[in-house]
């Protein structure tokens, strides 16, 4: 019962040990990250396990924190939340095998990196609403030092981009939640009691828009996706791969857990417009994504678009839709995290550029093998092949989306023809094209003499990460049996019956 | 042998388990991978023998239909989750004994094949997986599983369509192939959501409860969307737009003559057994939908959507004969006449029902097979030269490729009695005949046998008859020694051959099977195993098969005519009916007892329309393409600029005005700490004033 809470204690310990090590020995500090992770996964996956596919919500720790407001400290799960638990164990554990390089202040690196962790899983196993807010504030504070610090092309713009747009959308999930806490009037942050306290119409017409916002706005929803592709490429690849893999997903997770679990009315009647931002961003980000020059923007606009699913799964409302949506983050969060540590990792630390017409003269399906079959099998993974986990993700997405929105599921199926196009476009490009066939790169003709072939730890990660979307490709029910439980719970009561499931 | 039909998924399990494995085995393992590949399939085609077994002797009256379920995912109450499952009847059983067995011969050819390849363990890996995913489509109980074969098999084909990938045209043509037929694919995935929509189920037949049972089938046809369009039409033209995309019919058939960059085993395995079939095979799966629930729909000419598919069959085997006479690469040729016969493969489906389409899917996967491989044989003979015009005289130095060369080119032309394709041709243009609605489809198929017979004609005189033109351009044309010319052209070894003589021996048995007097094929799938010799039936027969036989010889003779009697004298000399035609029209007056005005008219129409046609799909379809792709890329710039330039700018002008504001303030507050905490203090004050303000005004 308490292992899954482990997850949180081990990643807080796990920084403050990584912070207090000084700057000198930066192999130490990253064994002992990489070690943290690990265990962090372990309990997240044990834990999960040992619940079995719980049909109520399971509290694991349950203290008054702020009793004159009502505030408490609770800690639980339900199946949603031990799908993502276990997403970001997985991310975590393979971003740290993917920054194995990081010397500059490594200490302090990975203590971020555990922090950022930490406030991820706080986010995932809060039932307490202020408590949710404080932990999603947490995971966001790290990302900016992250990507400022040991970040690339223009870090503090990108960094700042960032933190600006997080915080505009906190600001808005902040008000509302005042406001839910003063007209609810049961002196409590508590979210099932909220969900079941039928919040008055007129409140969420108003608050469900503002909130649900707020907490988009970090799921890429258009169009106030532009924070990420500039982020992504600012980023270190670790920070990358997280913020692709499971920061996106709180956005997400917060629209999911406030916006239609407390406020259902709100999102029956928004549910058409989130619908349409949500098809918008599939589109017109894969759309953007074909014309970018740079490897690493594709992938960042191939994150918005992807992400889109989610949120038109959210918007759908129904049992079909809301599971491809949960089951859309586990899935995106793992090859995101995947295409982000060959771009920034494999490829960039090598080459040093992602301009696709300079790589296009290295011919790096022969230098670098490994790099480019994991990223074939990526590829593949990402434009839904089946056997890959995105298949039933973004198909669960589209039969939703089919029987709320025809239209939408029509849009998205474009959207899913499009991203065939950008990464195949991309794949051969950074990949296929043998020398000779293009101009000279710019003089850049040969690999960093001193990156050395792929190192073991990322084949562990990346394989990590590819099997895990196999796994779930093929045999879905690993995880969807938790989703289906999971929506099952009270905390979904009001969900269910004002959309009138079965 | 019952065990096999519950236990039908280890037949495309084992190619998938030989792919995973040679994936694992170190780059250079060339042996152990063909080993592995070769032994797989080998399997796959006993077990699939022992299912066809089966089939054979299950009792009772209705076809043998054996289905293994199990659930992939579940959501919400009980029942609503996602099934799959495998299914074992005629049509699966059939399908699996032609794709293994053209396979493995496939297989056993590659290796002799691709023998100087650097990458064959990884060549034969694709081949497996590729053989894995069409055996998977054809067991699929779910529209579901069938899909996602599909995209498999989508997938290896283009990895082997790009297997030679640092040619720029291969690379293009994978990349081509994938995207035009994923083109298709939405349609048919779009087709699959609402067919999910409308039954709750992807599974084919489930005990009554299947979307191609009764029970649905009738909400499906009584459901309208406007006038007389009923849901079944809907779902049924959407599905077909998959197999229009994956078969390569107009207007979704650019990428398969372009798909002949591969290895040319791999364009044995896309247009013959697997990849271009699974359309014809969706059509024929999903039949009783396509068909709108009628049982009989041959002859009554019921359900729009089958009309729609035997419109679009009829046009492209015309279409496709038309731009295969003005080919001048020997896979080219082939590729054409593939569209054209899928074409005649839909005709026959949308006409006669599933026993007659999927009689010549199943007689061509094996002619089409030995043409390509017999291609293979040529071009691997010739040192990789493709071009027609640079041959000739073959028959000389390879007599036995030249002998099932000529096998399946009289099967493919439809030569009459003892090759397979004068029966299933002549089937189709039967049930064309015999077509309520019009008369166009049969016109449609006749021209295109005509057309054919003249191709395949032209292609056999081009490059086994008359001089050798190889080598220095033509110079050598005069060599009519018994030995190689001096390019060294030699006759394949026994692992080539071998393959070829048993396709060739297919070719000429598998015609019995369907003939008017002995319809041994059709009762087959509808579950009838006696079939008596009926000599009268044949009685109705003749008149359509003497006139389809004059056809052929026409074809054949006007072909030989051309090109045979006056084989081209050099490579470089233009072709006969490019610019010596006054001439052709001398020889045809000479020699033909029809109206020679006609014929002419017709080779005129030939050479025009050919160039049209060319014209017409280089530019016009491939320009629409070109132009859609173009379109997109400058909405894509479009897209990208809005995103930069507005949606971005409105950001950082945002930020510019908070900077600018920031500065005025810090200018007349210089910067006091305690003093802008203040200011946020009191602004939160003020905002929670408002709002409890407004929420307690109410």
Known sequence: ?502 | MTWIATQIWLIPMLPLLAAGVIGLLPRRSDQPAMALAVGSMAGALVLSVLAFLFTLTHGGEEPARILTQFEWLRVGTAGAGVRLGFILDPLAAMMLVMVTFVGLLIFVFSAGYMAEDDNRARFFGFLSLFAAAMLGLVISNSLLLLFACWEVMGLASYLLIGFWFEKPSAAAAAKKAFIVTRIGDLGLFLGMLWLYRETGTLLFYDGGAGALEPGALAAMTTNRVTGTLTVATCISLLLFFGAVGKSGQVPLHVWLPDAMEGPTPVSALIHAATMVAAGVFLVARTFPLMAGGVDVPVQSGAGLALGVVATVGSVTAVFAALMAVAQTDIKRVLAYSTVSQLGYMFLGLGTGGVAVGMFHLITHAFFKALLFLGAGSVIHGCHHEQDIRRMGGLRRWMPLTFATYAIGMMALAGVPLFFSGFWSKDEILHAAWGWGPSRWPFILGAVGAFLTAFYMTRQMAEVFFGPHRGGDGGGDGDDHAAHAPATGVHESPRVMTVPLVLLAVSTLILGWLGTPAWPWFESYLSGHRHVPVAWDRLGHAIPLMVASTVIVALGIGLGWMLYGKRPRASATAADVMETRWPRIFAVLRDRFYVDEFYEATVVRAHRASSRVDRWLDRLVIGGLVLAAGALARALAFAVRMVDELLVNAGFDAGCGVMRWIGQGFSRIQNGGAQRYLGWLGMAMVVLTILVIWGWEGR
């Open chain 1, 1 to 502: 019962m308490m292992a899954l809470t482990l997850t949180l204690w081990i990643s807080l310990a796990g920084a403050v040990v990584t912070a207090v090590l000084g700057r000198e020995r930066p192999s130490v500090a990253r064994v002992l990250a990489l070690v943290s992770a690990m265990l962090g996964a372990g309990a997240a996956i044990f834990g999960a396990w040992q619940l079995g596919t719980p049909t109520g919500l399971v509290t694991l720790v349950r203290v008054p924190w702020i009793p004159a407001l009502g505030i408490e400290f609770h800690l639980a799960a339900d199946g949603v939340s031990l799908v993502l638990l276990v997403l970001t164990g997985i991310a975590a554990v393979a971003g740290i095998l993917f920054s194995w390089n990081v010397e500059d202040r490594a200490n302090e690196f990975f203590a971020l990196y555990l922090m950022l962790i930490a406030g991820v899983y706080g986010v995932f196993m809060s039932f307490d609403l202020f408590q949710f807010f404080a932990f999603y504030e947490l995971a966001i504070v790290p990302k900016y030092f992250l990507i400022a610090i040991w970040g690339s092309t223009r870090r503090e713009y990108g960094a700042m981009k960032l933190a600006l747009y997080s915080f505009i959308g906190s600001a808005m999930v902040l008000v509302g939640m005042i406001a839910m806490y003063v007209v609810a009037g049961l002196g409590s942050f508590d979210m099932v009691r909220l969900s079941s306290a039928s919040l008055p119409n007129g409140f969420q017409v108003w608050a469900f828009p503002l909130m649900t916002v707020g907490f988009a706005i970090l799921a890429g929803l258009w169009p106030f996706h532009t924070w990420a592709p500039t982020g992504h490429v600012a980023a270190p690849t670790a920070a990358s791969m997280l913020l692709a893999g499971v920061v996106m997903k709180l956005g997400a997770y917060g629209v999911l857990r406030v916006g239609l679990m407390l406020m259902p009315d709100g999102a029956k009647l928004w549910g058409p417009a989130l619908a349409a931002l949500a098809v918008i961003g599939i589109v017109y980000a894969a759309l953007v994504a074909l014309v970018q020059q740079d490897f690493k923007f594709v992938i960042g606009y191939s994150s918005v678009s992807h992400m889109g699913f989610v949120l038109l799964g959210l918007a759908a409302a129904n049992p079909r839709g809301v599971a491809g949506a949960i089951l859309q983050m586990f899935s995106h969060g793992v090859i995101a995290g995947l295409l982000f540590g060959v771009v920034g990792r494999m490829v960039y630390d090598r080459t040093h550029t992602r301009e696709l017409t300079i790589l296009e003269g290295l011919s790096l399906a022969r230098a670098l093998p490994f790099a480019a079959v994991i990223f074939t099998l990526a590829s593949m993974a990402s434009m839904g092949l089946p056997g890959f986990s995105g298949f039933v993700a973004e198909l669960q997405v589209l039969l939703g989306a089919w029987q709320s929105f025809p239209v939408a599921a029509l849009a998205g199926g474009v959207g899913v023809v499009i991203s065939v196009a950008f990464t195949l476009r991309v794949l051969q490009r950074a990949f296929l094209v043998a020398p000779g066939m293009v101009a000279d790169g710019g003089g850049l003709t040969a690999l960093d003499e001193h990156a050395g072939p792929i190192t073991w730890a990322e084949k562990v990660g990346a394989l990590l990460l590819l099997g895990t979307s196999l796994a779930v490709g093929v045999y879905p029910r690993l995880l969807m049996d938790w989703i289906d439980a999971g929506l099952q719970t009270p905390g979904f009561e009001a969900l269910r019956t004002t959309m009138g499931w079965p």
